[in-house]
């Protein structure tokens, strides 16, 4: 089945900070989504991104679909950054998610 | 405001009870659907509705039902329920038939005891 791999699985920075989170698939689909999770547990879509990049404040997102990845640049981190950030691709009707990557910032 | 109403936000069942999970959407869109986080697992998807009709189906449990009143409402019964059931339940909703955007609710927590 389809698997969606992100990575890290969790990180740790201090405010201010850079960060790159990875999103890896492994079969062939059409577009791609990244989500915020809140502590809470409630989704917040960032990029739908299909393809190249996009940005949005401090957040970037990459997509090269044809390699199957994507990527989500966090510049200047801070403390409310902190959650998971989720990974998806849809092959029309259907998203796959990935794991996601735990962030912490920390003042 | 929201755009997707999900309701209860939580809800505790005891084993082999029914449960009804609310969702409404406000966003005009077409298509609907449900998915599970169970704990330590990502979020999996469970069933597609486009127009009120069922597209897709990934739930291999009888037990959960979904049931679409009106076009912009998708509920979830699960019956005979069971403790392996407990999750976090999230609605979504987006433009069917296109590559767009999927826009989630805040989910329902059920805890099955």
């Known amino acids: 089945g389809q698997q969606v791999q992100q990575s890290p699985a969790s990180l740790v920075l201090q405010e201010g900070e850079n960060a790159e989170l990875q999103c890896n698939f492994s079969?062939?689909?059409?577009?791609m989504q990244w989500f915020y999770q809140r502590p809470g547990g409630s989704l917040v879509s960032l990029f739908y991104?299909?393809?190249g990049t996009k940005h949005s404040g401090r957040l970037t997102s990459t997509t090269v679909i044809k390699e199957r990845r994507s990527s989500l640049h966090i510049s200047s981190s801070q403390t409310t950054d902190s959650g998971t950030y989720l990974c998806?691709?849809?092959?029309?009707?259907?998203?796959?998610f990935g794991s996601g990557t735990k962030l912490t910032v920390e003042p | 405001d929201p755009k997707i109403i999900q309701k209860p936000k939580y809800l505790v069942a005891v084993t082999g009870s029914e449960k009804i999970l609310i969702c409404e959407q406000y966003l005009g869109h077409n298509a609907m659907y449900w998915y599970r986080q169970s704990a330590k697992k990502p979020l999996e998807f469970m069933f597609s509705y486009s127009y009120q009709k069922l597209m897709d189906n990934q739930t291999a449990s009888s037990r959960f039902q979904p049931q679409s009143s009106k076009k912009n409402h998708l509920d979830l019964q699960i019956t005979a329920l069971k403790p392996d059931d407990s999750a976090t339940y999230f609605c979504a909703s987006r433009h069917g038939g296109e590559n767009s955007d999927y826009t989630f609710g805040s989910g329902t927590r059920l805890l099955v005891i």
């Open positions: 991104n299909p393809s």
């Open positions: 998806a691709w849809s092959n029309y009707n259907v998203l796959y």
């Open positions: 079969t062939s689909l059409n577009s």
